[in-house]
DNA sequence: CTTTTATCCTACTAAATTGGTAGGATAAGT
DNA sequence: ACTTATCCTACCAATTTAGTAGGATAAAAG
C-alpha cells in the first residue's frame, strides 16, 4: 500500500512548475532533475506521462520550458496521481457487479468502495495553488 | 496503490469468525477455506499472521477451531491489516526527520502526512462489530 | 495403539510490478 | 553546422505478490 515514486516526483515537478509559473520563462527538465534530484532520463517519463495526461505543455520559442496547461487551482493532487497510475482502485475486484460468489462479500465491498472513495476526495481535496501558496508562506522568512 | 489479498482474504476470515462467534464451535481452516474460496494451503499463511497478531487463538479440545481472540468492536480493519503488513506509510520516506534536500519537501510531506492519517483513521474507525451487523443486516430477509 | 485429520512451519517459485538506465531520433536555437 | 533539449522505444535488475509444495507435529477417532 504505497504510492509509487513516479507520482512523488511528478507531484514535485508540478509544485515546481506551479511556482515558477509566474516567471517569464517556462521551466527546463534539466532545472527540475537538478532540484528534484532525480537524472534527466528518469524525469523523461515523468514529464512524458504528465504531458499525456495534458497537466503540462511545453512551449517553445524563446523563453521556452514546461508549464502548467491549465490554472494551479484547477490541478489536484488526485489529477496527478491519475496521469501516473490509473483511476485509484484499492482493490481489484471492485468495479464488478452483479454476482457475489461469497457470503460476506457484499458487506466488505461496500466498505472498499467507501474507503476508496474517502481516499479519492482527500486526495481530489487539494490543489496546487494551495500547496504552492502554503510552501511560499512557510519559507517567507528563510 | 492497491491492497493485497492477504488482506482482503484476512478481513473475510475474521468476518467470518465473527459472525460465528456466539456459536458453539470455533471454525475450521478447511471450513474458511471453502467459504472464502481459498485453498487450504494459502489460509495457512493468512491464519498464521493472524494468529502472530493475537488476533485470532486457536482453541483445542472439543468443540475446537479459531476464534477471535477479542470482542469483535476492539478489532477495527487497520488491526486486520497491520497484521498483514507493517504500520501503512504511504511513502517511504515519510519517517524520515531532519534535512529536506529538496527545496519542496516540507510542504509535500506534509500533505502525504496528512493522506496517511487520514487513510489510517478511515481504517481504525470501523470495526468487526460493525460489518457484522451490518451484514446480518443486509442477509436478515434472504 | 494405529490411523486419520488438522494445524503448523519452512522453502520455493512464476509472474507482475517498480524504478530505473540506455540509445538514438528529432527538432530547434545559436 | 553544431549543440542542446526533447521525445520515444526498448531493455533490465531487483523486489514484491500470490500463491504451491512438502513435510513435521499434534490430537482426535476408531
Redo the contacts between chains.
Keep these: ?4 515514486t513516479k507520482t ?1 516526483y511528478g ?2 515537478t508540478m ?2 512548475l506551479t ?1 515558477n509559473a509566474e516567471r517569464d520563462e517556462g521551466t527546463l527538465q534539466k532545472e527540475i532533475a537538478e ?3 532525480v537524472s534527466v532520463k528518469y524525469l523523461d517519463h515523468i514529464i512524458a506521462d504528465l504531458k499525456t495526461a495534458g497537466l503540462i505543455v511545453n512551449v517553445g520559442g524563446k523563453k521556452s520550458g514546461y508549464r502548467l496547461n491549465k490554472p494551479a487551482e484547477d490541478i489536484t ?1 488526485y489529477d496527478i ?1 491519475v496521469a501516473f ?1 490509473n483511476e ?5 475486484c471492485l468495479h464488478l457487479n452483479g454476482e457475489f ?8 465491498k ?3 468502495c467507501e ?1 476508496n472513495q ?2 479519492k476526495s ?2 481530489k481535496s ?1 490543489n496546487l495553488k494551495e ?1 504552492a501558496q ?2 511560499r508562506n ?2 517567507k522568512y528563510k
Design positions: 500500500m504505497k504510492f509509487n512523488r507531484l514535485r509544485l515546481e511556482l532540484n528534484q534530484d493532487i496521481y497510475e485509484l482502485v484499492i482493490i481489484d460468489p461469497r457470503k460476506q462479500i457484499c458487506v466488505l461496500e466498505y472498499w474507503l474517502s481516499i482527500s486526495m487539494k500547496l502554503k510552501h512557510v519559507n
